[in-house]
């Protein structure tokens, strides 16, 4: 498929993701006006409770405080909650939907056990939730598929923190992030043809491959986010890692005749640790002559929420090409829908 044929993408995608997409750079926008609760003490531990696509903004929102805030943030993926989630600890219940079993299982034993609980959502039984308890929350807009709502989850987790005294990203650092995506959003739209647009570059070089996607120490994060994208958006199966930890097993998958079915995509970030440069280096040499192919993505900006947020949005773009080569509509997810129905039916 011409990736630059308008006429052809029309034809598959149903529920416009790409206008979705397109309007990502807004979304953050309005994601950063939205009133969060003020007021409690500084946590002593942050727990955002969450899965899919609303754990993402969880995860991001970690990666950025890693080096410079001194709460610990833990992105909790199940059922209940961490015996470290206390009295003393903010659990954050982030559920786009508002009907995730396992945020609310985290909600409820949140609420059993004294613990600080915030509520980021659109609704649904942990709005309902919420609303009951008088419990302090950001109310999101409704209409969107949870992995297309990112804007919507990172801001206000932003904000919910900053509120508690556990600040992660400062206004200027924020106003950057905004900026970036804005104009990433031109680069990466259909409008942009093939030649000029990296993130049609990229699906191009993924094809009919395996992607194998693997970022730094702060960018794996953005990995495992392109990941989760192509499997949801294009419903193709892809693998995530990071760097250095994959030199220490992954780096042995790399040959034999198997490894031309995959493509490597690595992504970088201006002013890495020179020792994370020269491991991507290393990578790429003994990776490239196995491969069937190899892309690189670069992070924009100058601030730890820019350049993740970029590749964050980058790797949606990329997702959605992927789908429209393969002739699917990004938009509904069957299976992962028949999964949820017949938990609910037993």
């Not at 031309?260 to 020792?275: D, K, N, S």
């Amino acid at each position: 498929m011409n990736l630059d044929d308008a006429a052809a993408i029309e034809r598959i995608h149903r529920h416009d993701p790409r206008g979705v997409l397109a309007d990502f750079p807004a979304q953050c926008r309005r994601g950063c006006a939205l009133p969060a609760p003020s007021g409690g003490p500084r946590p002593r531990l942050v727990v955002v409770a969450g899965m899919g696509g609303s754990a993402s903004g969880g995860d991001m929102v970690a990666a950025c405080a890693a080096d410079t805030l001194d709460v610990p943030i833990f992105v909790h993926r199940g059922y209940r909650l961490p015996a470290a989630a206390g009295r003393d600890a903010l659990v954050v219940a982030m559920s786009y939907s508002g009907e995730t079993a396992e945020v609310l299982s985290a909600a409820q034993a949140a609420l059993a056990r004294g613990a600080s609980l915030v509520t980021i959502t659109a609704g649904g039984t942990l709005g309902t939730l919420a609303a009951g308890r008088g419990l302090p929350g950001v109310t999101l807009p409704g209409g969107l598929m949870p992995r297309m709502a990112l804007g919507y989850l990172v801001f206000p987790l932003l904000s919910v923190l900053a509120r508690r005294g556990a600040t992660v990203a400062s206004a200027q650092e924020i106003d950057e992030a905004l900026d970036v995506v804005a104009a990433q959003a031109e680069d990466l739209g259909p409008a942009s043809p093939a030649d000029k647009n990296p993130a049609k570059r990229v699906a191009q070089g993924i094809g009919d491959r395996l992607a194998v996607i693997y970022g730094g120490p702060l960018t794996a994060t953005a990995a495992y986010r392109f990941k989760t994208d192509l499997e949801e958006n294009a419903k193709v199966l892809a693998v995530a890692g990071a760097i250095p930890e994959m030199n220490h097993n992954e780096i042995e998958a790399w040959h034999g005749p198997s490894a031309r079915a995959r493509h490597l995509v690595l992504l970088r970030e201006e002013g890495e640790h020179p020792e994370i440069a020269r491991r991507f280096a290393l990578v790429r040499e003994m990776v490239a002559p196995a491969a069937g192919g190899v892309s690189e993505l670069w992070a924009r900006g100058g601030g730890r929420l820019a350049r993740i947020l970029s590749l964050a949005y980058a790797s949606l773009w990329v997702s959605f090409y992927v789908a429209m080569l393969h002739g699917e509509d990004p938009w509904p997810v069957p299976r992962l829908e028949q999964v949820k129905r017949r938990l609910a039916s037993r």
